[in-house]
Nanobody
């Protein structure tokens, strides 16, 4: 059973940066995708970014492209989301999630993710 634990959220001023971490344990396959999602109060959940384990392929939503960077550290079984130039519109609970594949494949943000972390709050405010 894959377990995901997010950390790194907090309060930051507009224009600031935060790095979220997603520590994973219990892998059952070498092929998987990890995604970052966020949900603000009263809004639908939004897929922000994902990364593929096989080749490091990455995807970014238009709303974060050029400001957020997803990366993975296989030795630590951790995926990071570096968030720069944050705005109040980035305020949300951020979740990491994962799904396994049978073969190497590019990650897809608009698909069913089977495993979810508990979320970490990011608040951008002056």
């Amino acid at each position: 059973q894959l377990q995901l634990v997010e950390s790194g959220g907090g309060l930051v001023q507009p224009g600031g940066s935060l790095r979220l971490s997603c520590a994973a344990s219990g892998f059952t396959s070498d092929y998987y995708a990890i995604g970052w999602f966020r949900q603000a109060p009263g809004k639908e959940r939004e897929g922000v970014s994902c990364i593929s384990s096989s080749d490091g392929y990455t995807y970014y939503a238009d709303s974060v492209k050029g400001r957020f960077t997803i990366s993975g550290d296989n030795a630590k079984n951790t995926v990071y989301l570096q968030m720069n130039r944050l705005t109040p519109e980035d305020t949300a609970v951020y979740y990491c999630a994962a799904y396994f594949t049978r073969v190497p494949a590019m990650c897809v943000i608009r698909t069913e993710y089977d495993y979810w972390g508990q979320g970490t709050q990011v608040t951008v405010s002056s």
